[in-house]
C-alpha cells in the first residue's frame, strides 16, 4: 500500500494529486470508515476524464459497492470501503482531485493488484420527477433517493426475461454476490438502490421517477 497523498483539512478545500500512473484503488483514510467524507471526486487519466462524482452519497456509495460486509470484523458495521479507479494499475499520467466535506487530513493511499487495461467510468445523469430514462451496457447502476423518488425500476435481461421492481426489491437481484448496508441500499443513510451488472446479463433498465422528486443515477462502466 502507497500514501500518494494527504487531504487539505479545510471544509471545501481541494487536494490535487499528479501521478505518472493511475492506481487500481484509492482509499481515504482507511477501509472501514462508513464516508470518505468527499463531497466532489474525479479522476483523468492522459488528460481525459474518466471520473466525475458530486456528492459525499454518490462517493461512498461507489467506494462500498462489490464489497462484503466488514461488521463482523470491525468495531463498527460498514461494508468495505475503497474507490475503484481502473481494473489494475494503468502506466499513464493521471490527476486525481478531492474535495474536503469536513476539516478532515486523512492520508490518501494508492493500492494496486495487476496491471490494468481499462479504467472505470462514473458519471452521473438526473432523471426529473414524474419521468423516466433508460441505461444500457453499464456496469453498473447506483439510484439516489431510492425508494422515495423511485415508483419502479424496470429490468430487461439479455435472455429476454423483463420484469418491474420496486427500490426495495432490488437488493435481492445482487445478493448472491454483494452484502450491502443499513436497508441493503448504499450510501451512510442507506439512499441509494444498486443495479450490478458485471456479468453483463441486463441488456437495460429503465428508471422511473414519481411525483416526489428526481433522482441522480451514477453510471459504471470499464
Known amino acids: ?12 478545500a481541494v487536494t490535487s ?5 493511475c492506481p487500481e484503488y484509492l482509499i481515504v483514510g ?15 487519466i492522459n488528460g481525459q476524464s474518466t471520473i466525475e462524482l458530486i456528492g459525499a452519497d454518490a462517493i461512498d456509495s461507489v467506494a462500498q459497492i462489490r464489497s462484503q460486509d466488514a461488521g463482523a470484523i470491525q468495531t463498527t458495521d460498514g461494508v468495505m470501503m475503497a474507490l475503484q479507479l481502473a481494473n489494475g494499475q494503468i502506466n499513464a499520467p493521471t490527476l486525481i482531485k478531492l474535495t474536503n466535506e469536513g476539516t478532515n487530513s486523512d492520508n490518501i493511499f494508492g493500492v494496486s493488484t495487476s ?12 432523471v426529473n420527477s414524474v419521468s423516466n430514462q433508460q441505461f ?23 435472455d429476454g426475461f423483463k420484469d418491474r421492481f ?9 445478493r448472491s454476490l ?8 448504499f450510501s451512510t443513510n442507506g439512499s441509494l438502490a444498486f ?28
Open 1 to 12: 500500500m502507497a500514501q500518494i497523498g494527504a487531504m487539505t483539512g479545510t471544509a471545501g
Open 136 to 158: 444500457s451496457e453499464f456496469d453498473s447502476l447506483l439510484i439516489n433517493s431510492s425508494p422515495d423518488n423511485i415508483d419502479s425500476v424496470e429490468i430487461q435481461y439479455i
Open 30 to 44: 482507511n477501509t472501514f470508515d462508513p464516508t470518505f467524507e468527499l463531497t466532489n471526486f474525479s479522476v483523468s
Open 178 to 185: 454483494y452484502t450491502a448496508m443499513d436497508n441493503s441500499q
Open 115 to 126: 496491471v490494468g487495461s481499462a479504467p472505470y467510468r462514473y458519471s452521473q445523469f438526473t
Open 17 to 21: 494529486i499528479n501521478l505518472p500512473y
Open 195 to 222: 443495479i450490478n451488472n458485471e456479468d453483463g446479463n441486463i441488456a437495460n433498465a429503465t428508471i422511473y421517477t414519481n411525483a416526489t422528486g428526481s433522482s441522480t443515477v451514477t453510471v459504471g462502466r470499464i
Open 166 to 174: 420496486s427500490a426495495v426489491e432490488l437488493p435481492v437481484t445482487f
